[in-house]
């Protein structure tokens, strides 16, 4: 036999060339992200940067991308979609698809305004920064602008519960990855919901949870209660406030409670003797310095408050496993009964942990700070109360290790500003020495609103001169903490967590553009959406609503509600907002009747209908010097809050309108009345008796004007539109919105409203109507803003999914600039479509 060399006389083998996976990669304000979409807002840019780096050759289509560089930088002016095709060394194609939209939406300037509850770093990742708040979903910092990116706009008005954050966390081995615990209210319930992102909040997929959560319940600042175990991130561990400790395996896809803690699960009955606010385990903390190993973190901490410990029969305030969480052990706490709103570890395996008596927000004390090496507890600073003080510790940060371990320390229910008060402790020699570097330090803007609630402080990880603190109103930073005198910035930029009650538009070319009257802040006049408004009535307090006069729209009044006198007050502005004096007195019902439902309408300057929650409205004509009752039928009793909203006619301000809602889904149908006397009587309007109007919530329904016809009336009854052309006589329904039920009966209230609220503004160049009408609603089972420039023949959504703000309570249109509209989002503000 001849030998035959290696592969001699054998058969060719085909070669396979199989397309290479490509992975997209979006970079905005400086930040990557591994998603294949996004939203942009007008103007700005973005860098398209798929992956493999290397290996083969790149086209591009679309979106303005050209040329063979793999990172195309776009600035888009319109929605649009990119095509990434990656050629391989072999020769083989894949493609690879970007969908980029344009956001139409601007949030209108305040600045916070709400409750930060807490601020969470990567711990491996520089400036990748979350913020989670009470009411108004969580945010994403952008350090190239300086500004927060609101990450759950996307969140509809079925998922507006879920508006609240109660925790996140992060994986430290994949700074892309985002868990979040949401649901506004503990309760006896499952109702809680953990959403997922693998893009850093770029998109979320959502999982319902056994257990209820409290975003917008006391200590609220706890935590944080949700945490991944740095070695093991497919374990995560969640300290619930009413059913014990719980434990995912699966990347929080299913949860089992931590029963080796305890089985007991609070009921409701136990939730109301604390308050309604229950505690139960208050944060989870793991004792490693690895990550990535791949074997789950044995040593684990948890906090327990007094109240689940006592419904649970345990017997401390802080346990400890060390092998996973099979089993826990209870440890010997210095002071006992206290709640543990953080506990650290520091780079050196040292723990500090902070002690107060009080749950927050704003705890009061006394309050403790310890170091805890495992065995031994050292006290390193503490609180008492004194005749005048009752201050608390909240917030706690670390940075490095050892002797010289940077602490940062948060004091709460301290107010104000004045020397030598405690606001943020910063000790340089682990806790040895401390002092203050917030109280009387240069901030910007000048402020002594930064005190009072600073249940949150963050030392940055990649720079320890960088701390931040929340506070009842929003976030503040100092970059110099080694300084002698730190200056502070208020770090609020896009971060909008107001919770407006009420807007309202002038005519076109009045001197101001919007009022907003919210909820805590009182009620603002606009001159400049971008800039924070200066003009309000001031006092800190409810502003429900405000109206003006639509022939002299440089009378204001406005009505809300005053925590100093705890009843309802009134204001009035001459001169467009720059000057403001009090009613001289309050109608009947006014002092009591403040709620949120309280409403006013102005037909003229000096005159008005204030409508009271749960009260008779009344009249003036004499600009608040004497009140008169109105002949319109009381209110019953229906164990709900409500009120008459009342609206005048822009045309003919002899007519004024109110409607009574129902109050809600179990109260009479809807009525509609009418004042052909400036609103001073009023007849039922037989019409709206024969239309049927569903009975919903107040703040579920809507009347509006078209100001350029007089009589023109639109109506939202939280299920469907209706509109009068004679001043209420006959009505006509839309049957092109319907609400959306879900899995609830037709007789109770539904998942979604069909028709909530309702407004006009400036007409369409060449409308055949006199009014662009805007109604949020649901049409073919899909929510959203719409408007309608012919009357309702036709409607045009004009936001997107990624523009749902958590549902949308109030709305008002603009009256210079046809498709611009004002709306509320769920505790997110005001926004406005451009």
């Known amino acids: 036999m001849v030998a035959l060399g290696a592969g001699a006389g054998l058969p060719a083998l085909a070669q396979t060339c199989e397309p290479t996976t490509i992975t997209p990669y979006i970079n905005i304000g400086g930040q990557w992200m591994q998603t294949a979409s996004a939203t942009l807002k007008a103007g700005q840019?973005?860098?398209?940067?798929?992956?493999?780096?290397?290996?083969?050759?790149?086209?591009?289509?679309?979106?303005?991308?050209?040329?063979?560089?793999?990172?195309?930088?776009?600035?888009?002016?319109?929605?649009?979609?990119?095509?990434?095709?990656?050629t391989n060394s072999c020769g083989a194609k894949s493609k690879q698809p970007f969908t980029i939209k344009l956001g139409a939406w601007s949030s209108v300037k305040w600045g916070g305004g709400g409750y930060v509850t807490g601020l969470v770093f990567h711990p491996k990742k520089r400036e990748v920064l979350y913020a989670r708040t009470d009411i108004g979903g969580a945010y994403r910092w952008n350090a190239a602008t300086s500004s927060w990116l609101a990450i759950t706009d996307g969140f509809g008005p079925a998922e507006s519960f879920h508006h609240g954050v109660e925790s996140i966390a992060l994986d430290p081995n994949n700074d892309q990855l985002v868990y979040m615990v949401t649901g506004l209210y503990n309760s006896a319930d499952a109702t809680a919901r953990l959403y997922i992102s693998s893009n850093r909040g770029a998109s979320w997929t959502s999982v319902n949870l056994p257990f209820s959560a409290g975003s917008n319940n006391g200590g609220r600042a706890i935590g944080e209660r949700l945490m991944v175990d740095p070695n093991r991130p497919s374990t995560l561990l969640y300290g619930s406030r009413t059913a014990g400790l719980w434990k995912s395996t699966d990347s929080g896809r299913n949860w089992a409670q931590v029963t080796a803690l305890s089985s007991a699960k609070m009921t409701a009955e136990q939730i109301n003797a604390v308050g309604g606010s229950a505690m139960g385990v208050e944060l989870v903390v793991y004792d490693t310095s690895t990550r990535g190993t791949g074997a789950a973190t044995q040593t684990i901490y948890a906090a327990v408050a007094p109240d689940y410990a006592s419904v649970a029969g345990l017997t401390s305030n802080l346990y400890r496993s060390t092998n996973g969480g099979a089993s826990w052990s209870p440890l010997a706490t210095p002071v006992t009964g206290f709640h543990i709103p953080h506990m650290v570890r520091a780079a050196d395996g040292m723990f500090y942990v902070v002690f107060t008596q009080g749950a927050g927000p704003g705890a009061t004390g006394p309050g403790r700070l310890y170091k805890f090496d495992g065995t031994t507890w050292t006290l390193l600073a503490s609180v008492d109360p004194t005749q005048w003080t009752s201050f608390g510790y909240g917030g706690l940060s670390v940075s490095g290790s050892g002797a010289t371990t940077r602490i940062a320390l948060g004091v709460t229910n301290s107010w104000g500003n004045w020397s030598g008060q405690p606001v943020v402790q910063l000790s340089d020699d682990a806790g040895r020495t401390w002092r203050e570097i917030a109280s009387t330090m240069p901030h910007t803007p000048p402020?002594?609103?930064?005190?009072?609630?600073?249940?949150?402080?963050?030392?940055?990880?990649?720079?320890?001169?960088?701390?931040?603190?929340?506070?009842?109103?929003?976030?503040?930073?100092?970059?110099?903490?080694?300084?002698?005198?730190?200056?502070?910035?208020?770090?609020?930029?896009?971060?909008?967590?107001?919770?407006?009650?009420?807007?309202?538009?002038?005519?076109?070319?009045?001197?101001?553009?919007?009022?907003?009257?919210?909820?805590?802040?009182g009620t603002w006049v606009y001159t400049d959406l971008t800039k924070k408004p200066t003009m309000s009535p001031g006092g800190w307090g409810n502003g429900n609503s405000a109206d003006m006069a639509w022939s002299d729209p440089q009378y204001i009044a406005t009505v809300g509600y005053s925590p100093d006198t705890n009843s309802g007050r009134g204001h009035w502005s001459g001169d467009g907002g720059k000057t403001w004096a009090g009613f001289a007195t309050l109608p009947s019902g006014a002092a009591a009747g403040a709620g949120t439902e309280a409403n006013i309408a102005v037909t003229a300057r000096n005159?008005?209908?204030?409508?009271?929650?749960?009260?008779?409205?009344?009249?003036?004509?004499?600009?608040?010097?004497?009140?008169?009752?109105?002949?319109?039928?009381?209110?019953?009793?229906?164990?709900?809050?409500?009120?008459?909203?009342?609206?005048?006619?822009?045309?003919?301000?002899?007519?004024?309108?109110?409607?009574?809602?129902?109050?809600?889904?179990?109260?009479?149908?809807?009525?509609?009345?009418?004042?052909?006397?400036?609103?001073?009587?009023?007849?039922?309007?037989?019409?709206?008796?024969?239309?049927?109007?569903?009975?919903?919530?107040?703040?579920?329904?809507?009347?509006?004007?078209?100001?350029?016809?007089?009589?023109?009336?639109?109506?939202?009854?939280?299920?469907?539109?209706?509109?009068?052309?004679?001043?209420?006589?006959?009505?006509?329904?839309?049957?092109?919105?319907?609400?959306?039920?879900?899995?609830?009966?037709?007789?109770?209230?539904?998942?979604?409203?069909?028709?909530?609220?309702?407004?006009?503004?400036?007409?369409?160049?060449?409308?055949?109507?006199?009014?662009?009408?805007?109604?949020?609603?649901?049409?073919?089972?899909?929510?959203?803003?719409?408007?309608?420039?012919?009357?309702?023949?036709?409607?045009?959504?004009?936001?997107?999914?990624?523009?749902?703000?958590?549902?949308?309570?109030?709305?008002?249109?603009?009256?210079?600039?046809?498709?611009r509209v004002y709306v509320s989002g769920s505790g997110r503000g005001v926004l406005y479509s451009n």
């Open 45 to 86: 840019s973005a860098i398209l940067g798929p992956q493999p780096a290397t290996g083969g050759t790149w086209s591009w289509s679309g979106c303005g991308t050209s040329g063979d560089s793999r990172e195309q930088t776009i600035q888009p002016t319109a929605s649009c979609k990119a095509t990434a095709t990656y």
């Open 447 to 521: 402020s002594d609103g930064f005190s009072g609630w600073i249940d949150d402080v963050e030392i940055d990880p990649f720079n320890r001169d960088r701390v931040l603190h929340v506070h009842g109103g929003g976030i503040w930073e100092t970059r110099d903490a080694s300084a002698a005198t730190p200056s502070w910035t208020e770090r609020v930029d896009n971060l909008e967590e107001t919770a407006t009650l009420g807007l309202a538009t002038p005519p076109a070319g009045a001197t101001y553009t919007l009022i907003d009257s919210a909820g805590d802040i």
């Open 607 to 819: 005159r008005a209908i204030w409508a009271p929650a749960n009260a008779v409205p009344s009249y003036t004509t004499n600009n608040g010097a004497s009140w008169v009752s109105t002949n319109l039928p009381a209110l019953a009793n229906i164990n709900a809050n409500r009120s008459y909203r009342m609206v005048a006619d822009r045309r003919n301000p002899n007519k004024v309108y109110a409607y009574d809602s129902g109050g809600a889904w179990w109260g009479s149908p809807g009525r509609v009345y009418v004042s052909t006397n400036g609103g001073q009587t009023f007849t039922l309007s037989q019409g709206s008796v024969a239309a049927g109007l569903r009975a919903n919530a107040f703040g579920s329904t809507s009347l509006a004007v078209n100001p350029n016809a007089e009589g023109d009336l639109w109506l939202a009854d939280g299920n469907t539109v209706y509109r009068s052309v004679d001043s209420g006589a006959t009505w006509a329904r839309f049957d092109n919105f319907a609400s959306l039920w879900g899995d609830r009966e037709p007789w109770q209230w539904p998942e979604v409203h069909g028709a909530s609220a309702v407004a006009l503004g400036k007409p369409a160049p060449g409308s055949s109507y006199s009014a662009a009408v805007y109604v949020v609603g649901a049409i073919n089972g899909v929510w959203g803003v719409y408007r309608s420039d012919d009357a309702g023949a036709s409607w045009t959504r004009i936001n997107d999914d990624a523009s749902r703000f958590g549902g949308i309570g109030m709305i008002a249109a603009d009256q210079n600039i046809h498709g």
